[in-house]
């Protein structure tokens, strides 16, 4: 399919002197002739201005401790290395209107609670003693668990290993701060007593929701909020969830076996405006390439190995942190002939879903693979 | 409140001579006076022919058994003895409108595949070895595991414990019989080959959606079913779900910690017709009484203790089945002062709740406890 | 396909000495022998009791109105004629669990208030002046408009022509009676005062929801109800309604142009139980048969016609209400030649639906009549 | 509540030699410190570009008219003066991420098919024989009609008047092309026919649908598309719904009556992405202000008035355009002592709902009028 914009069903006006005056009396009108700029808002396929990137955790990794002497937690609000696209940095994205970063707490750190309406998750990449208090629910988090603080719940995090013998917690954040600004939508709050007092219970949305098969009964008292009930999803059940789908399904084409962190009351994604993925590439497996509507943030939970993207290679391994753009061709593969590989990933994929904008192709040439630009 | 039929708003017409002639004429053509049953079949509040009873496990379980030399499975079709409420023989019911019975299958024996419109559950009560194939599924389920085969999916099962070395395998069967016929709706088939070719993966919809949490993903291959795509729910993971609920929360007043068998992807119930539960009473728990539209059959699945339904004490323990009638005032107790006890229970609750039927009361006085009658 | 119980697959266990012991010990534990009973409450296909049957007006209408001098409306309740199936005299319901009966008012009578578990609708055959005060509401109705009393709404009427120059009213009652109480879940309640205090604005929900394409906006104040706000349907828009859909579709091959009264907020039926439909058969229209789980109860709105149902053929002119059972054969025709026919009808389809019973197929041979028995 | 980035919960990080060194290495990483920028991105409260506007129907009418002569309708794809907000150049909106413009048609005029990703709707403004083909449904439209062409229908246009009598034909589109842009979700295609087959039945949706409260019955063909299936809201249904509204309630503080076109299956809006509503103003009415997260674009469909729009004043008469930015306090009044006043108006709103986004807030002093800024 070629994509000509001077065919009949386009704009082809050619400027006159008689049309430029029209267009200046216009512009004087706050108006302007649709015909002059058509054919580039509504673009035969997306044209995102975010590129391709892999993040190096092993560059970035000194460079976020580094921070930990630089400033202190309380005045930068968050110790935060963001990572941002080159064609996103008007509005600080790591990729379409998804922001991320590498936050990082020392040892007996602690933050202030706020709110706001962008939505949070957390994936955590190394260090011990990391914990975050959603809404009153203290969680305990450890390495590769994945975590969500959603719109307006108040949260606030910290490391409670020892002081002295204790060491930094990093952890990926993942927020729609794009997303809520394009929509003119940002509100925030400082905790009125700066601090929550958090119920005694800890993990206690993991300890009754966390079956995910059983759910509390009751026909008056339920769960009324359009994201999940549940706020921590440990590694420690995520990864054998992975090795079991393994057992049941060649999983996908595009993705090895994929499962969607979800919401146990609905099926559905953690939150309205952001998905979670986790995939498990065997030993050895190439993926074929596809495209879709929607942009994705990965981090390497586990292995290593290598994505082309929009015919571009980046080689990866654990900690590193990499995106894809809506519409590009991506395919992954293990590099690894014995040990499997593993791939977290967050997205904007409901936003598609429930604005109808989701579309989806196989890449339809060469076996499914895309030749190296 | 009191409920005397002598007042204006119900039906108060004595009979006269010429009232009965004109009832007579009403008659040869298909008709009747409204106000001649008016108060009859609109009563004050529900008025069940079901009663309460408990069936002990240890008076069936040999009658149960003899069953094996007395009939072949493949005669009887399923090998079960029905438990059938005094008050519903005409539709063998045990309470309400759900049918329930004991199966029991000998080592090697199994039994050819049908489908029909009653769904149906089981809970395996003893034995090893039980296998039921659902709709192409191989599930092996052992004691206190919970399945389901819902309506008009094939399924056959059988007991492959070896011939000479194994035992027999007792379950209970629970079913909606009533219900589908009194809606005049039943259907069945009988298998075109008497059995299924299953597909090679045993236990798949427990690999693939037994987490509960991260299910497949997929934009396009959903499960569109009215049903819950997991077929079988572990005891090995309800009574730990059970036992986690019992941390983070005090539970129900009138149920303990109770959790309702759910489908991953809706957060509903497993069927559109039949609910499940398993409900946990700490040592020496005593619960308040309440009453609900809807019927239940227990099952003790564990420990022992007693229940209190419309003023009659029925003692339980590990077995036994129980029946509680719409809006009988109930309430249990766990006999035992360091162990727990665990209720299996199902019920009609999803029909309560689609056609708008669920009623619930506490029991007001004496500090929620009934006095036995 | 041949429905022979002497299969494998089917309970085939012939009686012994044995056996009836056997049987008469399960007896005395409040136990049987699920194959003895098997095969009946396991049909090949639904077993209604039901029979279809036809009501004919003209013959109806006499005793209806001689109910006028020989009960008072506040001694009777509701001063009804209840329509009943000669297979359900057992629970007065008209066909499967559905109740009808016609009621009537005289001039310048009204009824006191109350409300029940069950819903009711009803559906004006004639006279002017009939009102029906719903949850406060009041409501007007007149000849062929539909309207309904969903379950636990307050609901009184009465008749406000002129005592000295108006004439009676009689209306058709549609309730879920039967179906209540085969679930245990009937309640009735006298109004505390009698009678309501109705609102000032009559038709209010006509005038806010009638439109249907235009609701009143409101993030927060929104209609949560389980049954439509919308509480009338008047003929004067039910019938363009049926007219123009004529305009742009054939209809259905069984059912002419058939639409269904609808929750505008929904696009679902009116009630949870009970769904209604207005069809209309063209001039000489014959329509072919199908059959489908689920009853129904017609009412001749306009035109004269017959319907064939389970191969007996029905003749109806207006004013006339007939039955078809669950998965009875029927078909229906219009006998004029320049006038079309309308049907209204209501139905436990919402329930089939609900419940997950719904099935439908086509008269296969003869071009997709019947018969006639 | 003051708003001050000096306090404990904001970043405060002052810049030092050292930091700026940091922020330079961190830059050759594509990465930077969130807390140089977190206040911005995370703001108090909206911060939207956009600002009130209100164009002026007497002042673009001749331009509008002008370009006729200027571009042929095959040339221009669509002969249309668009509305820019002065701080949306960028993105060619017209507040926040709706767009919307002026189109005109000459008799005899019509244009070529296309669908593309974004939804479109139409309010017509003045002019006879416009005809537009949704997906092969003919639609007539005249002045003050609603219509939609949701994301992803072919569409086409005209006006059928007659070339030597007719008149122009001019008509508001609104789109969300800005909101599929930001979401790099952007589709294009020609109709590879340039023309539609429209089906024989114009109007079709209207004639099945337009009743919105009977609906075509069917268990298996429904409308499963996640817009209306109603893609044409007649003013001469719309107005009568908005008279009848306005007798049944005093509707909103802040808007009047006021009435949503809805899907009639869901009661939800017309489409994913754009809600549009009719809210009639009544004599001499000035409403409350309010704010809320979401952007208007208005149309005056009749009558005269003003709205004060934070804090600035804007009067307007029929044909006049406005626009309301996100989280702008707004308030409007009809002018006229003896004439209702209607406002049609499209909007984000179902967005702001399904991504959470929605916040609503009443003015709170000054009896809720905003002082003139």
Known sequence: MTYSDDVLGRARVSDTADLKAYYERLAGHEAGALWTVANEIEPWYPQPKSVPVLWSYEKLRPLVLESLALVKGDEAGRRVVMLVNPGRKDVSAAVGMLYTGLQVMGPGESMTAHRHQASALRFVVEGQGAWTVVD???????????????NWTWHEHGNESPEDTGGPVIWQDGLDIPLVNAHDAGFYEVHPELYQQPRPIPDSSLLTYG?????????????????????????????????????????SPYDGIILEYSNPLTGGPV????????????????????????SVVYNVAKG????????????WREGDIFAVPSWAWHEHANADASEDAVLFSFDDFPVMRSLGFWREEAYPDNGG???LG
């Open 271 to 294: 939150m309205p405006t952001m998905g979670a993925h986790l995939q498990l590439l065997r030993p050895g497996q190439a993926t074929r390439a596809h495209r879709h509507t929607g």
């Open 304 to 315: 290593s190995g290598s994505s082309v993207i929009a015919g571009q290679r980046f080689d």
């Open 369 to 371: 693979h895309q030749p």
């Open 136 to 150: 009153g629910q203290k969680l305990r988090v450890g390495p590769r668990d994945f975590a969500i603080t959603p």
């Open 211 to 251: 079956s995910g098969v059983l759910r509390p009964f009751g026909f008056e008292d339920g769960w009324h909020k359009p994201y999940s009930p549940l706020f921590a999803y440990p590694w420690e059940r995520a990864y054998p969830a992975l090795l079991d789908a393994a057992k049941a399904s060649e999983g």
